[in-house]
Every structure is written in C-alpha cells, then in structure tokens.
C-alpha cells in the first residue's frame, strides 16, 4: 500500500470513528439508546408530575392515565401557534365523536407566573370542553418540562418593561394508557386522519 493510500485511509477511519462517537452522544441525549426503531424511548419522555388543573384543583400524571392522551405546552398570551394547536387538538376531538371521551388532551403553561388557574380556565372556555390545562408554581413547571425535554425561555418584549413573550417548544406528544410516550402528534393533516390514528391508541 502507498504511503497516500494509507493516509486516506486513516483519515476515512478518523473521519467514521467520529461520526460513530457524535452519533452515539446524540441518540444518548435526545434519549434514542434502544429505541430500535429510532424513535425516543417510552422512558425518555414524559414521567410523573403534580400540578394544578384549570378549576385550581390537584392534577398528575397518574389522572391522565387509563386513556390515550395528549401534552402541549404553550401558554395563554401565545399569539398563534398555541390558539392553533388547541383549535386543531378541538377539532380532533369533534372528528372522534363518541370515542373522545375515551381519550384525553392536556395544556400545561410554560409560563406560571400570569397562567393562573382561573386564567386557564377563561383561556379554554374557547375550545373542547374535554381539554384541560395545567400549571403551579415555577419548581414544579420546570420540572415537567424537563421530564417532556421542553424548552421554554422568556423573551423580552420590544415594548420593554414587564411585557414579555415565552420562546418554546411547540411539540404535541402523544401518550398511551400508560402514560408512555409513543411519539409527537401530526395535527397538520385533515381531523378524520388525525382522529383515525388516535383511534390506534384506544
């Protein structure tokens, strides 16, 4: 072998145990290692939580359980993406007819300290009656989203002062009876289909 047939060669070898390694740190860190089919694993997302529900009564994960669900997170003073998200998740909701109640959707804040309660509950007076919504003080939201791999970060606004904006993930994750996450729910498509799928799960 020529000495620059045996360079390339060690730098193709460099180059594919790099690629190796960073492959081996990503699947690691978004939670792939044995996933198999390349999806995250049913414990790298989700797990248990307590927090207060839109009637300012306790809600976790144990109450979701027993049904098909889904978790969003947004907040109240989102100017598009979270009205959308709750309007497609109402929509669904009317294309399973009988079989929603047999399934189940949760908001849950990423922004507590102007998401009360009784703001939560005003807010979904918009949509399905069947959703709710989640939130409690900061300790407690931190930690779901950690537990559902959100990220969520406030953003000052133009305006100054104490307006802000909250920059987060805009995921919509489906869970089983379980509890354990199955993978991020399509609602860009037609109710039916999205209804038809979730019906998968029943």
Avoid: W
């Amino acid at each position: 072998m020529t000495t620059r047939a045996s360079h390339i060669l060690l730098v193709v070898s460099a180059f594919l145990a790099g690629l190796v390694i960073f492959l081996g740190v990503f699947m690691f860190a978004t939670g792939n290692l044995g996933g198999g089919s390349g999806a995250p694993s049913a414990s790298a997302i989700g797990g248990p939580f307590q927090l207060i529900d839109q009637d300012g009564k306790p809600i976790s994960d144990q109450d979701m359980k027993g049904k098909p669900f889904l978790v969003f997170f947004g907040f109240t003073h989102c100017p598009d993406v979270c009205p959308t998200a709750l309007f497609e998740v109402s929509e669904l909701m009317r294309a399973l007819g009988k079989d929603a109640d047999r399934t189940a959707a949760l908001f849950i804040t990423v922004d507590p300290e102007r998401d009360t309660a009784a703001k939560l509950k005003d807010y979904l007076s918009s949509f399905d009656p069947r959703l709710r919504a989640a939130t409690g003080e900061r300790p407690a939201i931190e930690a779901v989203q950690k537990a559902y791999r959100v990220y969520a970060k406030k953003v000052p606004s133009e305006k100054g002062g104490d307006d802000y904006s909250m920059d987060h993930t805009a995921l919509v994750y489906l869970m089983d009876k379980q509890g354990r996450f199955v993978a991020p729910f399509n609602l860009k498509r037609t109710p039916a289909e999205a209804a038809a799928e979730m019906r998968k799960y029943l």
